[in-house]
């Protein structure tokens, strides 16, 4: 298992710049796939953006595809998420969650960073 932090969000207009971090502690970081989902008021759950625990393979919800992205510092033990162009329905709490290399299932969760977007 490992902890994570999130850390970044805040409140934007439409149209604006945000970058979330996730800090990564416990196990080496390189070792875990990590992802972002978010959590709109009153909506399930959804995946964002996952990348692959060397940061080769990366993949996007197609509503923040050519929007946002997410990368990550192995040294650091950081993944982020710059997201661009942000619009109202980008609104959201959101996580980072990490899972073993080569499994499916996410494992770790962090406690959300809240991201509020006016129009």
């Known amino acids: 298992q490992v902890q994570l932090v999130e850390s970044g969000g805040g409140l934007v207009q439409a149209g604006g710049s945000l970058r979330l971090s996730c800090a990564v502690s416990?196990?080496?970081?390189?070792?875990?796939?990590m992802g972002w989902f978010r959590r709109a008021p009153g909506k399930e759950r959804e995946f964002v953006a996952r990348?692959?625990?060397?940061?080769?393979?990366?993949s996007y919800a197609d509503s923040v595809e050519g929007r946002f992205t997410i990368s990550r510092d192995n040294a650091k033990n950081t993944v982020y998420l710059q997201m661009n162009s942000l619009k109202p329905e980008d609104t959201a709490i959101y996580y980072c969650?990490?899972?073993?290399?080569?499994?499916?299932?996410?494992?770790?969760w962090g406690q959300g960073t809240q991201v509020i977007v006016s129009s």
């Open positions: 969650a990490a899972r073993k290399s080569g499994t499916i299932t996410w494992t770790s």
């Open positions: 416990g196990r080496t970081s390189s070792t875990y796939g």
């Open positions: 990348i692959s625990g060397g940061g080769v393979s990366t």
